[in-house]
């Protein structure tokens, strides 16, 4: 289970602060799969890095009661200047898990080739979504948290996350930001509205779908 | 029990994969990769030694100049580079609060870690370098020599855990730093001992920390031949004070930190 009670997040913007989010309280079961939607700016990926624990709320808390992989996005969890494989080594030390074990995924599933042997900084976007995903994959978490990110990459690579992440690891919560109607009514159990700050979780995916083509 | 054991397990894995990404990131792998890292402490210490021996004579108050210097200026480099690696740190490594398990202290620790073997290793080969040519003396008090410099590195990284997350809070003290740290020198010990001031400069070095510990430090490489005084209360006091003013800034920081 995850528990995030009432949870508040504030940015400083001018002499003032912008309240992103301002009071969510969510709870995700194992294996249950979300949908967040929200228009740009509505605090989606603001709540995935506070569920990630990669910044903090600014009151309101979250339990854990489950491992939660870190962010799956665009930027972040990279050391540009080290190379791939030296990225992969140092999420198999800070993971405790074999680097062997993790480089031979990564090299399958990222299909990088000589490329994990450059520094970070020279991937194209495409090509980090790769190496995130192939590294966030590798290691065994009960909860995934996916920032959009899904939409990146070819059919070939579409095909191959669709496989390890809705169908190997089914029984995995699922944390999904997007904007792809397709996708979310395809995987989501539920889905969780933004707007203005505040969040409605609505059980059936279709009816979240409506409001937020309304917003 | 076995959660503390776990919990120390996660802390070993973590520093030892920073401290080689850190390396690995400054120093690459080429040529003579991490041993990088005391090339620039040896340099400074043997090129400023020979200076001042060319300046000073062979000795000064009955030591060797090359020693005294160059045990100085170990200290002296530990100290501004590792207040210059600790500015903006938490920034630098925002892609570390992706994981969890890595805590802001980890990274400020291993930053200072580096800098501190650095130095170590530039020390240790200094004093076998010089010791046959007869530059430097074997250390009069091993123990001595260990707690001075142990005291030492307490104090600055005490001195670490303030100004990181200061530096994350204002802007201005990154321009202020490297004025800082040099007007520090005179209050460092790194060119004199205490009993060679004046009455009025010693009572002010006595609330030095950094110069009590490098008396000592002194005391244990050349032993009664220098006039070393030193007190414990004060670079240990005043190390407390800071690591715990240190930990709440740490603390507040990480808690508004925006990561990008």
Known sequence: ?215 | MSSFAAGWRIQRRVISALIIRELVTRFGRENIGFLWVMVEPLLFATLVGILWRYMKGPEMHGVSVVAFVASGYIGLTLFRNSVSRSIRVFSVNGSLMYHRQIKVLDFIFVRFLIEMIGAMMAFGFIAVLLMPLGYFPIPADLGALIGGWSLYCLFTFSLCLVLAPLSELSDALEKLVPVTTYVMIPFSGVFNMTSWLTPEAQKVMYYSPFVQGMELMRYGIFGDRVNAQWNLGVPLAGSMIFILIGLALCRRVRRVLVVE
Not at chain 1, 42 to 65: C, D, F, Q
């Open chain 1, 1 to 215: 289970m995850i528990h995030c009670d009432q949870l508040t997040k504030s940015y400083p913007m001018g002499s003032g602060r912008k309240r992103v989010l301002k009071g969510i309280d969510l709870d995700v079961r194992p294996g249950q799969h979300i949908g967040f939607l929200g228009r740009n700016g509505a605090g989606k990926t603001t709540l995935i890095k506070l569920i990630g624990g990669v910044e903090m709320p600014t009151s309101g808390r979250i339990r854990r009661k489950m491992s939660v992989s870190w962010p799956l996005g665009f930027g972040g969890g990279f050391q540009g200047s080290l190379t791939g494989y030296d990225n992969a080594r140092f999420i198999a030390r800070i993971y405790g898990y074999e680097y062997s074990e993790i480089r031979d995924f990564v090299e399958d599933f990222s299909e990088l080739g000589a490329q994990l042997r450059m520094p970070v900084k020279t991937y194209s976007s495409g090509m980090r979504a790769r190496l995130g995903f192939a590294l966030s994959l590798a290691i065994e978490f009960d909860c995934y948290l996916i920032d959009e990110i899904i939409m990146v990459g070819d059919a070939n690579f579409h095909q191959k996350c669709h496989y390890e992440l809705f169908e190997k690891r089914r029984d995995r919560a699922l944390i999904f930001a997007s904007h792809s109607f397709e996708l979310v009514r395809e995987f989501c159990d539920c889905a969780l509205v933004l707007d203005d700050g505040l969040g409605t979780i609505y059980p059936d995916v279709n009816e979240a779908l409506e409001v937020y083509a309304a917003l």
